[in-house]
T-cell receptor, first 115, second 110 residues
Framework: GAVVSQHPSWVICKSGTSVKIECRSL??????MFWYRQFPKQSLMLMAT?????????EQGVEKDKFLINHASLTLSTLTVTSAHPEDSSFYIC???????????FGSGTRLTVV | KQEVTQIPAALSVPEGENLVLNCSFT??????LQWFRQDPGKGLTSLLL?????REQTSGRLNASLDKSSGRSTLYIAASQPGDSATYLC?????????FGTGTRLTIIP
């Protein structure tokens, strides 16, 4: 079945630094990738949608200059949290869809803690 | 704007019981609906996907139904096991967006 690999699974960084999270589709071409954020005991909130080779479309309220999304190839999308602050601490999950894949496949998530 | 609600928010049942989780959505113009399972601190595992033209899907002890006109879906779990304990999320895809429900935290008591 379709597999999406997300790395790292957890990361701790200092306030003011930047963190990159990678999302890879291992056995299919992900024409569209989605990035979600999840606060404790809450559901997933869509941050942005990215199509390969195009600029990401951000949801209202999500700062595109803070959360940089790159989808340069059909198998890789990255989310960079720039100048991270403690309030950016959260669980970030990517998902992907593509031709021949039914529904959406999710990565295992990244727990980001900013200290 | 699509809104997806899941009831109950939390549910505890003894092992072996059958149970039903509910999902409702406000905009019936959906392409499909998907049920996921999430273990604490983990990503999502897809359980069942129902296309808008379908009424139900089955996989093992799981059965999901969809009534698009009334904006409802149910996930039926038969003969529950402690390993079924997790948070269950439904998500609807429409208008090029996947919108998640609020989730039901399920605990199966041995």
């Amino acid at each position: 079945g379709a597999v999406v690999s997300q790395h790292p699974s957890w990361v701790i960084c200092k306030s003011g630094t930047s963190v990159k999270i990678e999302c890879r589709s291992l056995d299919f071409q992900a024409t569209t990738m989605f990035w979600y954020r999840q606060f404790p005991k809450q559901s997933l909130m869509l941050m942005a949608t990215s199509n390969e080779g195009s600029k990401a479309t951000y949801e209202q309220g999500v700062e595109k200059d803070k959360f940089l999304i790159n989808h340069a190839s059909l198998t890789l999308s990255t989310l960079t949290v720039t100048s991270a602050h403690p309030e950016d601490s959260s669980f970030y999950i990517c998902s992907a869809s593509g031709a021949g894949v039914v529904g959406y496949t999710f990565g295992s998530g990244t727990r980001l803690t900013v200290v | 704007k699509q809104e997806v609600t899941q009831i109950p928010a939390a549910l505890s049942v003894p092992e072996g019981e059958n149970l039903v989780l509910n999902c409702s959505f406000t905009d019936s113009a959906i392409y499909n609906l998907q049920w996921f399972r999430q273990d604490p601190g983990k990503g999502l595992t897809s359980l069942l996907l129902i296309q808008s033209s379908q009424r139900e899907q089955t996989s093992g002890r799981l059965n999901a139904s969809l009534d698009k006109s009334s904006g409802r879906s149910t996930l039926y779990i038969a003969a529950s096991q402690p390993g079924d304990s997790a948070t269950y999320l439904c998500a609807v895809f429409g208008n090029e967006k996947l919108t998640f429900g609020t989730g039901t935290r399920l605990t199966i008591i041995p």
